[in-house]
């Protein structure tokens, strides 16, 4: 038997949040690796099921959720994987607001559940299994070191930053405490024609593209002074698997060490899609402000430089150029069905 197809000599790897876009390129890239991967989805008849199988079939999906901790423990009993990637999470700092209980519980208390099962699992004695947590830059708040490293102090301003504080301090807390191999990706902020509608990035280049195509007359933002360290979430998943295949686990800042302001990137936008000026095309509503907001992010990613030998490969510059080609041909397709 071919050993590619040999499902007993593949490594495995297990993912929560297989639908969002960091599911997706990390689905992508294990299994370019050789990876059989398997993804965790909740609820019955869930549309996001099929269409992950149209665009992956390769992934084997399995039931469970983060807030039930005997449907992880089922999951990984059946699975037995090498590697656990926990991307799970209510991802969206506005909606965090309106749902802050649902969001501790998911993206906060989830973690803690990803790594009980693990406790109770545990994988095979000489191969345990290997946890990847989702931290994210959003921790960092009202930053209080410019720019943020693995030991700059937290300041989140959102229920979302306060849950994956806990899920940070936990995946620490279980690896002094049981010796877990588990990882936390300090992930600032990272984007890609996967990226949801409902993120700034992204709502602008498919508004500018709707904009540019007829389908819709004007862009309405929030917080437009805002500062972000854009990387491509292609890049970003690399990293993942990275700190996995190191002996020790660890912390790593993931970003790319530059900044842009949401007013750069609708600049950038409009020239790309050929409408010149943004500001004859946007107009602001209060409704998009956050009751606080993060001012200013910027990552300094040397420490996994140095210790993974990663670096991101797609600047600002491509980053909006990728976005806005694909949205361009993605609603001119739609305007033809
Ligand atoms: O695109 P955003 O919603 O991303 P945000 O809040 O930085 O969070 C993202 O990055 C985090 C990493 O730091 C992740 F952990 C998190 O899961 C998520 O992926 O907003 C970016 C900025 C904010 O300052 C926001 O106030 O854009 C500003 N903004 C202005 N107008 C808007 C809008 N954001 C959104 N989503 N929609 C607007 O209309």
């Known amino acids: 038997m071919h050993p590619v197809l040999d499902l007993t000599l593949m490594r495995k790897a297990f993912i929560t949040g297989i639908t969002g876009q960091d599911g997706r390129h990390l689905a992508e890239f294990l299994h370019g690796k050789g990876y059989k991967v398997f993804g965790m989805m909740k609820g019955q008849h869930n549309p996001r099921a099929e269409l992950l199988r ?23 009993e059946q699975v037995q994987p090498d590697e656990f990637y926990n991307l799970g999470a209510i991802s969206f700092v506005a909606m965090s607001f309106n749902q802050a209980e649902l969001t501790a519980n998911v993206t906060g208390l989830g973690v803690l559940r990803a790594l009980e099962a693990i406790r109770m699992v545990g994988g095979a004695q000489n191969n345990p299994i290997r946890f990847y947590q989702a931290s994210s830059s959003e921790m960092f708040g009202k930053v209080r070191e410019v720019p943020q490293t693995e030991l700059t102090p937290f300041h ?14 936990i995946t620490m807390n279980y690896r002094e405490s049981y010796g877990l191999h588990a990882s936390s990706g300090i992930l600032f902020n990272h984007e890609g024609p996967r990226r949801g509608l409902e993120f700034v990035t992204r709502k602008i280049t498919n508004t ?19 500062k972000r360290d854009w990387g491509y979430a292609g890049d970003y998943v690399k990293a993942m698997w990275m700190m996995l295949q190191q002996d020790e686990p ?60 990663w670096q991101p490969e797609v600047g600002f510059d491509k980053l909006v150029e990728m976005m806005v080609e694909h949205d361009i041909a993605y609603e001119t397709r739609r305007l033809k069905k």
Do not use: M
């Open 250 to 309: 660890d912390d790593y800042v993931i970003a790319t060490g530059e900044t842009h302001s949401v007013e750069e990137f609708l600049t950038l936008t409009f020239e790309k899609v050929g409408l010149g000026d943004w500001k004859n095309y946007v107009r602001h509503d209060p409704k998009f402000l956050r009751p606080a907001e993060v001012d200013l992010l910027i990552g300094d990613p040397s420490k996994a430089k140095t210790k993974l030998g």
């Open 156 to 169: 989140p301003r959102s229920p979302y930053g306060v849950a994956k504080v806990f899920g940070h301090h």
């Open 54 to 76: 149209d665009e992956f079939p390769y992934v084997e999906i399995i039931p469970g959720d983060l807030t039930d901790l005997t449907s992880l423990v089922t999951a990984l």
């Open 208 to 226: 500018a593209a709707r904009i540019k195509l007829g389908i819709e007359k004007e862009l309405v933002l929030g917080n437009t002074d805002a």
